[in-house]
């Protein structure tokens, strides 16, 4: 049980990181064309990234959460 909520908090910390991550990205790689003189941020391409980090990063952030354990 204690395993399981360790591994939730950790994956949100990794989400909130990614999105940190997003965020310093610049402006060009994260919006989309939107008309003609409007860009909006590109959702698609920013929950790809999230996913992407998260995979990169969960086995590196377990493995340091429960070793110190």
Do not use: Y
């Not at 999105?19 to 402006?27: H, M, T, V």
């Not at 409007?38 to 698609?44: G, I, N, P």
């Amino acid at each position: 049980m204690d395993d399981t909520i360790t591994r939730m908090r950790i994956e949100m910390q990794l989400e909130d990181l990614a999105i940190q991550a997003w965020e310093k990205l610049p402006e060009n790689e994260k919006t989309k064309k939107a008309g003609f003189f409007r860009k909006e941020e590109d959702l698609v391409k920013r929950d790809k990234f999230i996913r992407s980090f998260k995979k990169k990063n969960l086995n590196k952030v377990l493995e340091e959460a429960f070793s110190l354990d």
